[in-house]
């Protein structure tokens, strides 16, 4: 009965192709936005996921580089019992780079748009972990002093083929690339450090402000704790987030486009589904001397029923297979242009069943109509 | 002993639009192992009713039709497939073959809902298509065969669940004199030489020299119905 309702399939080829087209592509959008989501909290944690202590920016503020603190609010938050290191940060955006100034509309993908990350590297260095930026693959780490220093990105790397020992201009200031960054995540890949002092001096910001301050904890899995009683000396200022506290944010807003993902993917598939009703329907009206004669030789309307949905089931397995692939290239498509990406086992394997589940349903109303057809209308042709 | 098969009084209304025909209007038949009836009759003249009625396809309006003594009226869907399977083999006018299926995957049809095992049904199929001289065609598809040739494997396919009764409906009606009349000697083969119970509806009156038994049907009435000749016996079908 597979084989034959395998064979089925094959009796209008163009018709069944675009039945298993409609369900690849709906496939293929779930695989290429879940792949999305997923590469982008993939490197989001290889990042986050190493910090664990205490955010704090300023009140209200909608985006860190917006944040304005006194600089003495360090002191009051290194004094606080519990917190190990507090680092001073600056997030800025040069408005030149080697001399060019720096256009969004040039920037062919994200990881050619630098950003700057500045930072106390005397109180950097006492973490226990590398921030924001995390492993060095080549050259070495900054140190205190090292004025005129920068630590870059891949992505700047790539794009502005900047080496070890290599100059860039930011601004109005020379500085000479002293180490690469590990890590490939588009998100972070454009990312530049220095010192907090050359911060200061190619952006202007006074002594006296910092953007953020980020505190390391002695025991960070006091990390709520410790938020609370720091809210409660300076909430009125201050806002304070674990990172914890980040990743569930991140999480969050990462959740909710899983859900949209869904939400595309379900409706192509949806679409999809009725194109299959359509041919398993069209199909099965068309051999209806053929099921008379089964049903002639004892076939049962369950048997009938049974041969239509393996048909539905096929179309939904070839259009799953037909996804993954597309789905990949989807993915692939979305690297090249600086989108990170990652296609997870568990997402080849839910948009397979997926598929299969959606071909079951679709095939269920042909099915039912052939299993109730009467063998004697059927035989003379309905 | 009780009959394969008995028409008791039977009728069959139908519903065509909204006008009530009425096809059959009470026929009584009995089906007797090893009969070879032929009936014939004109056009509309029930004869086809009444061989779905005796093949357990559809129930009658009235009366009962009784299958190894049980009455199929009030039986369910599932029931009437199952004395389908068992018991009944069709042949029928278009052949009604499975275009992508070659000869002997057609015959194995009926088994595909069958707990057999595949070996045993692959053995099976294969030896009724080499007694249907077709040997050489088993692995052909029906477009690649002659119209002869797939009544023949419409007739392997009604045989393959070794049923006692074999219904066919103008089996000969597609195909030419000649062609025809090898078919209906497959048919007595299978009759005469296996014990094999055939009823056939027919527009041609030559083939009511091979039945046992006559019967004449007319606006839903058996108008005669008469013995021709003993069963296994007289008719020589061999060339």
């Known amino acids: ?38 590469g982008v909290t993939q490197e989001y944690q290889s990042i986050i996921g190493g910090m664990q202590g205490v955010w704090a920016w300023e009140k209200d503020v909608a985006d ?15 004094s606080m019992q519990g917190v190990r290191v507090v680092v001073p940060e600056l997030w800025l955006v040069p408005t030149s780079v080697d001399g060019k100034p720096l256009s969004l509309s040039e920037a062919s993908s994200i990881s050619s748009i630098p950003s700057i990350y500045a930072a106390d590297l005397t109180a950097y260095n006492k973490l226990r972990s590398n921030i924001w930026i995390g492993e060095i693959a080549e050259g070495s780490m900054l140190k205190p002093g090292d ?130 009703i359509n041919t398993i329907l069209m199909s099965v009206l068309e051999r209806t001397k053929e099921i008379g004669s089964m049903m002639a030789a004892g076939w049962t309307g369950g048997d009938v029923m049974k041969m239509v949905l393996y048909e539905s089931v096929f179309i939904g397995m070839l259009g799953g297979i037909a996804g993954i692939i597309l789905g990949f290239g989807v993915s692939e ?50 | 002993m009780a009959s394969l098969i008995e028409a008791r009084n039977v009728t069959k209304k139908y519903k065509m639009d909204k006008v009530v025909v009425e096809a059959l209007r009470g026929v009584s ?29 559809d129930r009658p309006t009235s009366g009962q039709v009784l299958v190894d003594g049980k009455d199929i009226s009030k039986m369910d869907d599932w029931s009437l497939a ?9 042949v029928f006018q278009s052949f009604n073959l499975i275009p992508t299926l070659n000869a002997l995957e057609n015959v194995m049809i009926p088994l595909e809902p069958v707990k057999m095992d595949m070996n045993e049904g692959i053995t099976r199929a294969r030896d009724l298509l080499e007694l ?40 000969t009606g597609n195909l030419d004199t000649v062609t025809g009349r090898k078919v209906v000697e497959a048919m007595l083969h299978w009759n005469q030489d296996h014990d094999k119970t055939f009823v056939l509806v027919t527009h041609d009156p030559s083939l009511l ?15 005669i119905q008469e013995n021709n000749r003993p069963k296994k016996n007289a008719v020589s079908y061999h060339k």
């Open chain 1, 333 to 382: 498509a979305a690297k090249g242009y600086g989108i990170p990406s990652v296609v997870t086992t568990t997402v080849i394997i839910n948009s397979f069943v997926f598929a299969m589940a959606l071909g079951l349903a679709a095939g269920i109303y042909p099915a039912w109509r052939a299993s109730k057809m009467n063998p004697v209308e059927a035989i003379s042709g309905g």
């Open chain 2, 29 to 57: 038949i009995k089906i007797e192992k090893g009969d070879f009836i032929v009936i014939v009759g004109p056009s509309g003249s029930g004869k086809s009713t009444l061989l779905h009625l005796l093949g357990a396809l």
């Open chain 1, 64 to 78: 860190n580089s917006l944040s304005r603190l006194d600089a003495s609010y360090g002191t009051e938050i290194a």
């Open chain 1, 1 to 38: 009965m597979i084989k034959l309702s395998f064979l089925n399939l094959f009796r209008r080829k163009s018709r069944t192709f675009l039945s298993v087209l409609g369900i690849a592509i709906g496939v293929a959008a779930i695989i290429g936005l879940m792949s999305v989501v997923d």
């Open chain 2, 82 to 90: 199952m004395i389908r399977r068992k018991k009944i083999g069709f």
């Open chain 1, 147 to 276: 004025s005129g220093y920068v630590l870059i990105g891949q992505g700047i790397k790539e794009n502005m083929h900047k080496y070890v020992g290599s100059t860039i201009k930011l601004n109005d200031k020379k500085f000479r690339v002293k180490g690469i960054l590990k890590t490939e995540s588009e998100m972070f890949s454009g990312i530049i450090f220095m010192s907090i002092e050359d911060g200061r001096e190619i952006s202007g910001t006074p002594s006296d402000i910092v953007h953020t301050f980020f505190a390391e904890l002695q025991n960070p899995a006091e990390d709520q704790a410790m938020a609370q009683k720091m809210e409660f000396r300076m909430g009125d200022k201050i806002d304070f987030m674990t990172t914890s506290d980040l990743s569930s944010v991140f999480s969050d807003i990462l959740g909710s486009f899983d859900i949209v993902a869904v939400l595309i993917g379900g409706l192509a598939a949806f679409v999809a589904g009725v194109g299959i």
């Open chain 2, 209 to 223: 020299d091979f039945a046992t038994r006559k019967v004449y049907i007319r606006d839903g009435l058996i108008d």
């Open chain 2, 132 to 171: 249907l001289d077709m040997k050489d065609r088993m692995l052909h598809k029906p477009g690649e065969l002659s119209g002869g040739q797939r009544q023949r494997v419409s007739i392997a396919r009604a045989l393959i669940n070794d049923p006692e009764i074999i219904l066919a409906d103008e089996p």
